[in-house]
């Protein structure tokens, strides 16, 4: 633990190194700065007291995530010896307490308390390094903190995040360099980073059902922290507490999970005499790759009843931004088009859904199908109509992974014809790339 531990430091200090390596030369664009209001509290000479007006970031019901981003907002905006400009005057950060800052421009102002100036700040470029739960039994608490973190530091439009898949590889690279396995230095690594003023990094320890959050923002011009979160709190809404982790669903055990809606379902409107049907059930003597159990999907569409579905539904609540989609086997009676859907819902309302589909062909010999999740697209006879039929409201088509509301699987009786027969699943995943 302990060589991993200083590993990981060693690994930090080279990013740092690297970061602040990078030419940082060119003036930056408008584009890329924020201008903030400050309110002139005292003035001596060419120096002025000022408090910052701090961006607020949207906040996120039920969710400690939009506060810790506030935080980090607040605590990056300005460091001492940082240049800036306060109603286009050139100025030097002198210190910085809280939202209060003391400024040093060129050449003394006249300035009254109370004034409001504009100061103008370059936004920062900041890289986000695994976060570790040093304590607590759920592992991926530090992933889902970190994507949830970053996806919001984005959208505050505060910063430029460097992308995580751009950032991992040249990590594991220096993992390896610093381990001794590669003959290269890590040295060979500085120029490949992006842009990076900052690096956060941090730990998660759940202490009686609380969780003590502790990040550092590190300054890579002088591989110096410059500010510290910390933070204790419930973390994730307990009513919306998702689940995170891997599924590897084999359906060998002696039931099927309760997520899954069992049973039979007779097709039709109300009233309407037909003999349409589904049927959701545990087979105990068909499986994939020589196992003896499978999810079977038994049904039976007549002309009568179009527009109708056999549905093999999951509603667990689950956070999948981890990973980068679903894998399952896949088998019928005959050869049949099968439907993938995921059912997202909006963080402030969680009524408003929008639905994911994906297509796929069934064969009557075992299929191993894959599906990425940056592959569903939107349903539009979702938008249209089906929101409505659920009692809900059609939502942004925005995909939201950290808000599923249900996965399903299922085979439309437009797509197949007036047919009958039995669709089997099994070995269920999600997959990393």
């Known amino acids: 633990m302990i060589k991993i531990t200083i590993l990981s430091a060693a690994v930090i200090m080279i990013l740092l190194a690297a970061c602040a390596g990078i030419d940082r030369e060119n003036r930056p664009g408008q584009d890329n700065l924020i201008f903030l209001d400050g309110i002139v509290q005292a003035v001596s000479g060419k120096q002025v007291w000022l408090t910052l007006k701090v961006p607020e970031i949207k906040k996120t019901a039920g969710s400690a995530i939009s506060d810790i981003a506030q935080q980090i907002v607040q605590k990056s905006l300005l460091f001492e010896g940082v240049t800036t400009e306060v ?18 421009l060129e050449k003394p102002v006249a300035f009254a308390a109370g004034t409001i100036v504009k100061l103008q700040v370059p936004k920062k470029s900041i890289a986000i390094v695994d976060f570790e739960v040093i304590r607590g039994s759920v592992k991926e608490a530090g992933r889902v903190t970190l994507e949830e973190l970053t996806t919001t530091l984005v959208e505050s439009g505060q910063f430029n995040v460097v992308e995580r898949s751009k950032l991992k590889p040249i990590m594991d690279e220096l ?147 981890l990973f980068s989609g679903i894998e399952f086997y896949a088998k019928g009676t ?40 940056d592959s569903l697209t939107i349903g539009r006879g979702w938008i249209k109509r089906g929101a409505e039929s659920m009692g809900a409201k059609a939502g942004d088509q925005v995909i939201r992974l950290n808000r599923i509301e249900e996965l399903r699987f299922d085979i439309d009786s437009d797509r197949n014809e007036a047919t009958e027969g039995t669709v089997w699943i099994d070995k269920i995943s999600f997959y990393r790339d």
């Not at 005057?89 to 209060?100: F, P």
């Not at 038994?298 to 549905?311: C, H, M, N, Q, R």
């Open 87 to 104: 109603n286009d005057q050139q100025a030097r950060v002198i210190e910085v307490r809280g939202t209060a800052v003391k400024i040093e």
């Open 175 to 321: 993992q390896l360099s610093l381990s001794g396995m590669a003959g290269d230095t890590a040295d060979k690594f500085s120029g490949k980073l992006l842009i990076a003023d900052l690096i956060l990094t941090g730990t998660l320890a759940d202490v009686q059902n609380e969780w003590n959050i502790n990040l550092r923002l590190l300054n890579t011009r002088t591989g110096q922290a410059v500010a510290a979160v910390f933070m204790k709190t419930k973390l994730f809404n307990a009513a919306e507490l998702r689940d995170s982790g891997s599924w590897n669903e084999d359906f060998e055990a002696a039931r099927v999970d309760p997520s899954w809606l069992i049973g039979y379902h007779r097709l039709g409107k109300q009233g309407q005499k037909s003999s349409a049907f589904y049927e959701t059930a545990l087979d105990t003597n068909t499986g994939a790759e020589g196992s003896k159990q499978s999810l079977r999907l038994k049904f039976k569409f007549t002309e009568d009843t179009p527009g109708t579905y056999a549905i093999a539904n999951n509603k667990r609540k689950r956070n999948i931004s």
């Open 334 to 373: 005959r050869n049949l088009y099968g439907t993938f859907r995921s059912t997202t819902s909006l963080p402030d309302d969680p009524n408003t859904m929008d639905r994911w589909v994906s297509f796929f062909d069934i064969s009557t010999e075992w299929q191993k199908i894959r599906i990425p999740f």
